[in-house]
């Protein structure tokens, strides 16, 4: 039995693969620092544990509405005019299980072959791989690590066609850390406002950043319309295992979701919805805490992968990731991340896993505690006979 064509065109997720590798080293007895993965190495807090326990208890084990509780739809607009805002309404919300499925359901719902999608490379390799999926074309614009890895505007500019049908902006971003500017965020704006064209906001670590607070480019005169905002619980919350997330759409595109929706998952599970709900209306103070802490790990790992040979790391505005460039060691992405994961036990990816302009770059997450990052430093610097 032979798989559908279009399977040869979907791609796996290379952090997937390298904790693949690094647990088989575990298993023969090997010691690994893990920075590879991308989620938070917090728990859960408490009172959103406390919410799930409770909605089990009192029932919320059976199938809800395909597009979100109500309750929990209410919660994600208020928040989401609350920390974008902007005004808007439940009817633009659908509740989905993680993140993921605000790429993958409006990808599907809105791309056909001959349609060009603009998306950031070194990106999230979902984009391109639901792009190439779907049969659409991708048109990916390499980041510019001088202007803090935004784009190069004028180059955005000249990729932009009639054939254009999505532009996927993700800040802060993955794997750079790298916050769009405000005013770039006007100029892209300004770029796709009278075009017929949708922009896919990845908005997933709006609430981790260091410096200056990332913009909504839903928030700007006309562009409410053409955002579609892509949001969840994973990262704020420290929430990944529990596959809860929400798109900010048009209503037509909400109505698309839906069908989808049922087509696949009926509805996103009942009792983490309430868990979501306690997450939202709850206390803040656990993702500030988390906040901090990423930012202090940053700081420390950042200027220990600057003492490096070969290693020039810019300091990451958002996420927790660290995005150094490592040209210098004369050693490939790919070399240098596999080398390091036999021979130092430090897991890491190489930028070449977030698409072909992450070459000479790797990805760290500092999801790890600030001695395990210490530690890292000192394993790559022997590594390095340095
Ligand atoms: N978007 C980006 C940029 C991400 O890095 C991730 C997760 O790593 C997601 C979306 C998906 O998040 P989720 O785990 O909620 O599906």
Known sequence: MKLAKRMSRIAVEGAFEVLARARALEAQGRHIIHLEIGEPDFPT???????????????WTHYGPTLGLPELREA????????????????RVSVVPGGKPIIFFPMLALLEPGDEVIYPNPGFPVYESMINFLGATPVPIPLVE????SFDLDLLARKLSPKTKMLILNSPHNPTGGVIPAEDIHAIAGLVRDRDLIVLSDEI??????DEPPLSIA???????????LDGFSKTYAMTGWRLGYGV????????????????NSCTASFTQRAGIAALNGPQNEVDHMVAEFRR???AFCAGLNTLPGFRCPIPGGAFYAY??????????TAFADALLQEAGVACLSGTAFGEYGEGYLRFSVANSLENLMAAIQRIREFLHA
């Open 219 to 229: 928030t700007l005169p006309g562009m409410l319309d053409k955002t579609i905002i």
């Open 324 to 333: 150094p460039n490592i040209t210098g060691t004369g050693m490939t992405s």
């Open 297 to 299: 790990r940053r700081d």
């Open 45 to 59: 807090p408490r009172h959103i544990v406390e919410a799930g326990k409770k909605a089990l208890d009192e029932g």
């Open 146 to 149: 001088d202007r803090g890895f």
């Open 205 to 210: 670590y709006t609430r981790i950043y260091f």
């Open 76 to 91: 994600i607009a208020a928040y989401i005019c609350r920390t974008r805002g902007i005004q808007l309404g439940p009817e």
């Open 249 to 264: 759409m048009p209503v037509w595109l909400v109505d698309a979701v839906n069908k989808l929706m049922v087509n696949s």
